[in-house]
């Protein structure tokens, strides 16, 4: 192994150090100097600062691209992986921009600080190939998350969504690291692409199956896919709106990088088919089983559901269901049809969230008929929410549309000309138009039932007004110009 | 030029979320504004086309890593339904001249519509269709479920299901269709000479058939159509029966007919005497003429009878479609002209002049209501109407059904003759309505009972005139019609249909 000098380390992840410097520099300050003053300030300068952050390592990045892939391909940088850093911090500057003024909390500081943490942690899952370092990462953002689910001290369901969450996450962390262990003992390295070079065979070793499944039991647990989802409906109804927002966005891309990297570059060779007729045995099967899970099982509880947390929960399992089909098709297009789909739907849904919380300032609650008649009580947040939804339905010309269409064409292009795949973009198509429904009862609630008698219109702070217009106008733009994205990816 | 026709309906409706909440006035002279200033674009296009020709309006890279245009493109085909969407359009702002409940948004709504289906008619690539496709399926359900009436709801969402269901089976079939070529490329024309293998088109031609025919009205799936028109408001069941329907008859011919000409070949053996898909439509269709005009004679709501008799209508167009003759499918497309325009004129009858006036659809109410002396204009109206829809010689229906007969005749003989029994229970069951409704028994303690209705205003009055002109216009001169339709089926995107048909 190569010797490195700290301080060159230091330079690598300078965005990272960055990132974190700005955690402490909300900490100290609020600590330090805003102890007396209002909680809307403190809340504000703190605001202020993390945006800083994130804006200065988007500005390092962006000035000093940098390529790297040192020390057993723990630290790998490339373009692709410095984009997703961008990706994700933006993300995090949406998700604060969209939630300033939150008063779930008297820790301001500390849950910004978290934030940020949760940042960093996906910043460096993204820019590595080695095992131990993904583990380490997973559990940063994991433990940081946890404690963001457990931040409103004022309730209980907060907390019991926060324990089931560490629980689950605990055990899955468990079954990861067991896969881990298995496929360093098989490998004898824990970089991704020494692991892919050794287990190259003719023949699968059992235990690479056991290891296999091992991680796609860890992993299908941070995509929140089926039969590994449970904490899911939970934590989104329970958590505070920013961490809901938080976990279903940028944690999210995050993990289905990840997910991608670990299964196409870790066990190349090992692929196997899922294709009509064709089957073989490999890793592309068990991705296939969970996809299908997904889909089916989120989309039909989806209907039944009350909560339109809840139901964005489901649905997020459902469009995990849908992402994994661009992971089970491991070509390079169907990669960037992947990308595309997580950044959008990551949009979508903090958007989404964004105006679940406004409606839940207002009503207390995030029932159905809690959004009665929201159009005639805010004309402006309702018709950001009818673009999110559409957009999750995949209804054109939104970004939700294009993200699909791309998906689903590259995962047909992968098998050449035979179109293996096709049985899995039947179930993703028809799966898709059930989803319709459940989106259009919200939308039924919001635009067509009558606000209940004594419902005045809803006052909105116009930051909030203005970062929901520009989440759904960049819905809109992805979808009606795609290449304004697929051109930087 | 004729893309205009999209860009202003979408520039209309955003123009209208910005007005103030109060101004219905405003709102409605700007949504008749800009359905006119739709169709005058539309008519100059017509008056520059001279032979139905293809003719480019837009074209440009689109997604370029995909190989995906925007490219709007015109032919005579094209052109017909786009004057038909035109027509209906204005007449339809005319009769919901008197929604004062959330009237912006209701505008906003229906020309968001208009916009979508005047794009899928331009659409010559087709994700661009098939996005257009889809943007016309969300305002028809909020258009129903805020201002339809009976079970507006249920109706409007099983509209909504029904017609996802079938755009997702053609999105299937057109991804599957994009890969399979291979060339990178969803343009209408290059992939249509595409010869795809025939086992493949085998399965996608029966896939993107029945998925643009749902939204046909299609027998067995058309079920959405009656109730959905029933709980529409007046202006959207014009819509729905007048222009949308014909979104899924465009798409059948359009798309699926001209992508996989070879699905429509015989499969080489027979399972219940069905050799063909092309069999199996013919037949459905047929069901769907007879079964359409059967139900329609024992309805007892007056919106019903409409509703199904629009059933009834398009399996008109469905089965000239399926002759593969050069004058079956003339009728076909002329059939849709004609029952946009019919169709449009009995619902805003029914649901505008008789329902907004007496507030009931019951054929046994309204028997006793002696309409024809109240509101005669009405009346007049529905028997002209009706006589246009019963396909009388003077009027579009007629020149439609006949060619749709010939071909039927050419290719289905005994087809023909069952057809011919669906026309004459068309007469009986509009024979019934007219009597019912306008020409009923009056109830003296009945009459004097009911305060006088309120006149015909003059928005109705121009609207029914503009749609009666059309058809008899259409029914004296169709060759103003044919002249670019007939070239528009002999271009090239149509060779490996005839090709097919020919063996």
Redesign the interface.
């Known amino acids: 192994m190569t010797t490195i000098n700290y301080l060159d380390l230091l330079h690598l992840v300078l965005p990272e150090v960055i990132v974190i410097l700005g955690a402490l520099c909300v900490l100290s300050v609020d600590l330090i100097f805003l102890r007396a003053s209002t909680m809307r300030f403190r809340g504000s300068v703190g605001a202020i600062l993390s945006l800083a952050g994130c804006a200065a390592s988007v500005v390092w990045i962006l000035h000093a691209p940098q390529s790297a892939n040192i020390l057993d391909g723990m630290l790998v940088l490339n373009p692709l992986a410095q984009r997703m850093q961008i990706v994700l911090l933006f993300l995090t500057m949406l998700t604060i921009l969209t939630f300033i003024g939150s008063t779930f909390t008297q820790h301001v500081s500390e849950y910004l600080a978290l934030i940020l943490l949760a940042t960093v942690s996906m910043m460096f899952l993204v820019s590595t190939q080695n095992l131990l370092l993904i583990f380490l990462s997973l559990e940063l953002l994991s433990l940081s998350l946890y404690i963001l689910t457990a931040f409103n001290k004022h309730s209980a369901r907060s907390a019991e969504a926060a324990l089931k969450y560490f629980i689950f996450g605990g055990i899955s962390a468990a079954f990861l690291l067991f896969g881990f262990s298995l496929l360093y003992g098989l490998s004898n390295s824990a970089n991704l692409m020494r692991i892919a070079n050794s287990i190259h065979g003719p023949l699968l070793d059992p235990l690479l199956i056991v290891a296999m499944v091992m991680m796609m039991v860890g992993l299908g647990f941070k995509v929140a896919a089926a039969p590994f989802h449970f904490w899911a409906p939970d934590v989104y109804q329970a958590a505070p709106a920013p961490s809901a927002a938080l976990i279903a966005s940028s944690s999210k891309v995050a993990a289905f990088f990840i997910l991608y990297q670990v299964m196409v570059i870790g066990f190349a060779g090992a692929e196997g088919s899922s294709s009509w007729h064709s089957y073989a045995s490999g890793w592309v099967p068990v991705v296939a089983i969970v996809a299908v899970l997904s889909m089916v099982l989120g989309n039909l509880v989806a209907i039944l559901q009350t909560s339109v947390r809840r139901l964005l929960a489901y649905s997020a399992i459902a469009h995990a269901g849908y992402m994994l089909l661009g992971i089970l098709s491991h070509t390079q297009q169907s990669l960037v049809a992947l990308i595309y789909y997580a950044i959008t739907y990551a949009l979508t849904v903090l958007g989404a969230f964004g105006v679940v919380a406004l409606v839940e300032n207002e009503t207390g609650g995030d029932t159905l008929s809690d959004f009665a008649g929201l159009s005639r009580r805010a004309p402006v947040p309702s ?1 950001c929410m009818l673009i999110f939804l ?1 957009s999750l339905a995949g ?3 939104l970004a939700g ?2 993200g699909k ?2 998906l ?2 590259s995962a ?2 992968s098998t050449s ?1 035979t ?1 293996g795949l ?1 049985w899995l ?2 179930l993703a ?2 799966m ?2 059930v989803s ?2 459940y989106y ?1 009862k919200v939308l ?1 609630y919001i ?2 039932v009558d606000p209940s008698a004594g419902a005045t219109s809803i006052r909105i702070p116009v930051l909030r007004q203005v970062v929901l217009c520009l989440i759904a106008i960049g819905v809109v733009l992805l979808g009606c ?3 304004l994205l ?1 051109h930087w990816l | 030029m004729l893309a205009w026709t999209i860009y202003i309906s979408f520039l209309g409706a955003l123009v209208l979320l910005l007005l103030p909440q109060s101004s219905m006035r405003a709102a409605r002279i700007l949504a008749l504004l800009t359905v006119v200033a739709g169709f005058a674009v539309t008519l100059v296009g017509f008056v520059q086309q001279r032979s139905g020709e293809l003719v480019t309006v837009a074209r440009a890279a689109w997604v370029p890593s995909l190989g995906i245009e925007y490219h709007l493109a015109a032919d005579g085909i094209s052109l017909t339904l786009l004057l038909l969407t035109g027509i209906v359009a204005i007449s339809g702002v005319l009769f919901s001249w008197n929604i004062e409940h959330r009237t912006r948004e209701f505008f906003a709504f229906y020309l968001t519509l208009i916009g979508g289906v005047y794009g899928v008619f331009l659409s010559f690539d087709l994700l661009l269709l098939f996005v257009f496709y889809e943007i016309a399926i969300i305002p028809k359900y909020f258009l129903i479920a805020i201002w339809g009436s009976t079970r507006r709801e249920y109706a409007a969402m099983k509209l909504a299901l029904y017609s996802f269901v079938g755009s997702a089976m053609v999105l299937i079939g057109l991804i599957a269709a994009y890969v399979v070529a291979g060339a990178r490329t969803m343009d209408l024309v290059q992939l249509a000479q595409f010869p795809f293998p025939v086992h493949f088109q085998m399965w996608a031609f029966p896939l993107v058939f029945v998925g643009f025919g749902i939204l046909a009205g299609l027998w067995p799936f058309h079920t959405w159509a009656p109730t959905g028109h029933v709980a529409a408001p007046t202006a959207a069941s014009m819509l729905l029966a007048g222009v949308v329907m014909k979104l899924g008859a465009y798409g059948c011919l359009r798309v699926a007919m001209t992508l996989f000409p070879r699905g429509l070949d015989a499969w080489g053996f027979h399972v219940l005497g069905f050799g063909s898909w092309r069999d199996v439509f013919a037949l459905l269709a047929l069901i769907g003429i007879v079964y359409g005009a059967m139900v329609a004679l024992v309805q007892k709501d007056f919106k019903f009878v409409i509703g199904y008799a629009s059933v009834s209508h398009m399996g008109f167009v469905l089965l000239g479609l399926m002759t593969l003759q050069q004058i079956g499918l003339d009728g076909a497309v002329l059939q849709m002209f004609s029952h946009g325009i019919l169709a449009g004129l009995l619902f805003a009858v029914v649901g505008r002049m008789v329902y907004d006036r007496t507030h009931t659809r019951d054929l046994s109410e309204l028997e006793t209501m002696h309409l024809s002396k109240s509101i005669p204009f009405a009346a007049v109206t529905f028997v002209l109407a009706g006589m246009a829809s019963m396909g009388l010689p003077g009027f579009s229906g007629f020149v439609a059904e006949l060619q749709v007969l010939i071909g039927v005749w050419r290719e289905f003989p005994l087809f023909a003759v069952a057809t011919g029994v669906g026309i004459v229970i068309g007469v009986a069951y509009i024979w019934r309505a007219m009597q019912k409704a306008f020409f009923g028994a009056p109830d003296r303690g009945a009459l004097t009972a009911t305060p006088p209705l309120p006149a015909i205003t003059l928005p109705e009055r121009i609207g029914a005139i503009i749609l009666i002109g059309s058809s008899v216009i259409v029914g004296l001169y169709p060759q103003l019609l044919l002249r670019i339709i007939v070239p528009a089926l002999h271009l090239p995107l149509f060779d490996s249909l005839w090709k097919g048909s020919r063996q």
Request: proline share 9%; charged share 5%; net charge neutral.
């Open positions: 018709l559409l209804i054109p010309p549309f294009f269409f791309y689903f064409s047909l292009t000309g179109l096709l973009v039947v198509i028809a898709s138009a319709l429904y259009l039924k635009y067509v110009d795609p290449n697929l």
